[in-house]
C-alpha cells in the first residue's frame, strides 16, 4: 500500500515567517517615560520666527499626563497618555527624512512646540501645541531620546550602503578563464644565493677523479712534554725547609729574644772569667815575688 504524502511544510513555514514579521513591526522599545508634562494651547505663529513660551501664559495648562518616546523600527512616536487610564492624548511621529515634530522655544530651555497628528475619517491633520516640563534635567533627557533615534537611523542608513557597495565589489569574478596564465617573478634577496649557486658549480666542474684524488686535510698535533724529573730527599727537605714561611707567632719570638740574652749572658760571663784568671796569674806572680 502506498503511504500517505506528507503536507507540504512550504505554507506553514511562510506563515511563521510572517508571524514574526508582524511580532517584529510590533515590537516598541520606551526611549523616554516622564509622569509629568503640561500641555499648552498656543496661539497660531504670525511671522517666521521662533515660539516664545512668555506669550503661552505657563501657569495655566491646558492638559496634564505624562509623556513617552516609543521606537518602533524606523519609526519614533511621542505619545501624550492619561495617568490613571493611559487613554491617548495626542501624538507626534519623527521619521527619517521628514520635518522635525519637535522645536524648542527661544527663551526657556524646558518648553517646546510639538507638531501632533491625527487620522480623521481617512485625512491625515495636524496642530502644534505647546508641551513644558518641570525640571530641566527632563527636558534633556527628552532631547537626548530623539537624538539617540536620529543617531540609530544614520547608522542604519550607512550600514545599508556599506553592504550595498560590497555586494557590488563581491559580484566581480577573480577566477582564470580558459587559457589564462598566471606568470610569478620571483627575485634573489642579497647575495647569498649567487655564492651559493657559484659554489655549487665550481663542485659539478669537478671530475670523479678530481673527487677521488683529493686527499683530506691531515691535523697535526703536538706531542705532550716530557714529565718532570724525580727529586732527592735531601732537596726535597731543603726546599721545604727553605719554602716554610717564618713562624710569626709570640712564642718564637720571645724564644728568640731568650736566646739572644742568654748569648750576651754567656759572653759577659767568659769574659769575667778572663779578667779573674788574668788577676789570679798576676796574684800568683805577686806572692812568688814575695
Keep these: 500500500m502506498e503511504k500517505p504524502k506528507e503536507p507540504n511544510a512550504a505554507p506553514n513555514e511562510e506563515s511563521k515567517v510572517g508571524e514574526s514579521e508582524e511580532i517584529e513591526e510590533a515590537l516598541e522599545i520606551i526611549l523616554f517615560h516622564v509622569s509629568e508634562c503640561y500641555v499648552y494651547l498656543i496661539p497660531p505663529r504670525k511671522s517666521a520666527a521662533s515660539y516664545r513660551a512668555d506669550e503661552w501664559n505657563v501657569n495655566k495648562w491646558a492638559w496634564e499626563g505624562t509623556l513617552k518616546v516609543i521606537s518602533k523600527g524606523e519609526e519614533c512616536i511621542i505619545r501624550l497618555e492619561d495617568k490613571s487610564t493611559g487613554e491617548l492624548y495626542a501624538r507626534a511621529f519623527l521619521r527619517n527624512g521628514e520635518q522635525h515634530p519637535v522645536e524648542p522655544v527661544i527663551d526657556s530651555s524646558r518648553y517646546f512646540v510639538l507638531r501632533i497628528e491625527e487620522n480623521i475619517d481617512g485625512r491625515l491633520r495636524h496642530a502644534f501645541i505647546g508641551i513644558g516640563f518641570r525640571e530641566r534635567t527632563e527636558a534633556y533627557d527628552f532631547q537626548a531620546a530623539l537624538h539617540d533615534h536620529m543617531k540609530y537611523l544614520n547608522k542604519k ?28 617573478q620571483i627575485k634573489n634577496r642579497g647575495g647569498s644565493g649567487v655564492k651559493s649557486k657559484a659554489l655549487e658549480l665550481g663542485v659539478d666542474n669537478l671530475s670523479l677523479e678530481d673527487k677521488g684524488n683529493k686527499k683530506e686535510p691531515i691535523i697535526s698535533i703536538k706531542p705532550p712534554p716530557p714529565p718532570p724529573a724525580p727529586l732527592s730527599p735531601v732537596a726535597s727537605t731543603q726546599n721545604s725547609v727553605t719554602s716554610s714561611p717564618p713562624n710569626l707567632s709570640l712564642e718564637g719570638t720571645s724564644k728568640a729574644k731568650a736566646s739572644e740574652h742568654s748569648d750576651d749572658y754567656e759572653q759577659h760571663s767568659a769574659q769575667s772569667l778572663s779578667t779573674e784568671d788574668t788577676l789570679d796569674d798576676d796574684f800568683g806572680d805577686f806572692q812568688a815575688a814575695g
Design 157 to 184: 542608513k550607512t550600514a545599508e550602503e556599506m553592504e550595498q557597495q560590497f555586494q557590488k565589489t563581491s559580484s566581480v569574478d577573480y577566477s582564470l578563464k580558459e587559457g589564462e596564465t598566471l606568470v610569478l
